[in-house]
């Protein structure tokens, strides 16, 4: 004789509750990257400028202002607003010229939540 198998009679799957979890934390998830992603992608683009004109050797000859404007020209292009050209410094020492982009940005996350990104690059 052959035997008859009975399902399992337990569910599989998600339930409300844990469907409810999950969307919570897939949207805070999504939330927090849309709002921090942004700052690290304007950074990069400011530091790949900065560096691209150590490289090139016109930061030898150009002053700190000079090299805040040509920044500031690539960032109006670009569309980056909300970046302040004071926290880029230049500095000779030996010959060689150094810019160092050191500044901090709060991000208002949901309340009194923020989140501090600190940036401190030294590009030679």
Do not use: W
């Not at 880029?88 to 901090?104: D, F, K, L, M």
């Amino acid at each position: 004789m052959s035997k008859i198998l009975i399902p399992n009679s337990q569910q599989r799957g998600f339930s409300k509750l844990g469907l409810l979890c999950m969307l919570v934390v897939l949207v805070s998830g999504l939330t927090f990257g849309l709002k921090v992603l942004p700052v690290y992608i304007d950074h990069n683009f400011v530091r790949g400028v900065a560096e691209t004109i150590v490289e090139s050797g016109r930061a030898s000859s150009m002053t700190q202002a000079e090299i805040r404007e040509e920044i500031a020209g690539s960032m109006r292009v670009n569309n980056i607003r909300d970046f302040d050209l004071d926290s880029i410094t230049s500095s000779r020492a030996g010959g060689a010229t150094a810019i160092t982009i050191n500044y901090e940005r709060r991000i208002p996350i949901a309340g009194n939540i923020d989140i501090i990104l600190s940036f401190d690059d030294q590009i030679q």
